[in-house]
């Protein structure tokens, strides 16, 4: 299974085939004792991802079909 999360993307893909290229590993799965504890895990996952992205050698190319 897979989760993702689209940066700066606002539209429906929803029933749509999108195209993933991994590019690195952010972290492994981890349970949340509360909804807060997710929000600020969620939060400190798009700074890290962003961080990754920006010293990837190239963008990544997202082919939506």
Do not use: H, T, W
């Amino acid at each position: 299974m897979l989760e993702l999360f689209l940066f700066d993307f606002e539209g429906n893909l929803y029933g749509r085939e999108i195209e993933v290229e991994f590019i690195a590993f952010v972290r492994p799965d981890a349970k949340f004792s509360s909804v807060e504890g997710l929000k600020e895990q969620m939060g400190e996952d798009c700074r890290r991802a962003r961080a990754i992205l920006e010293m990837a050698p190239s963008e990544p190319i997202i082919a939506v079909r």
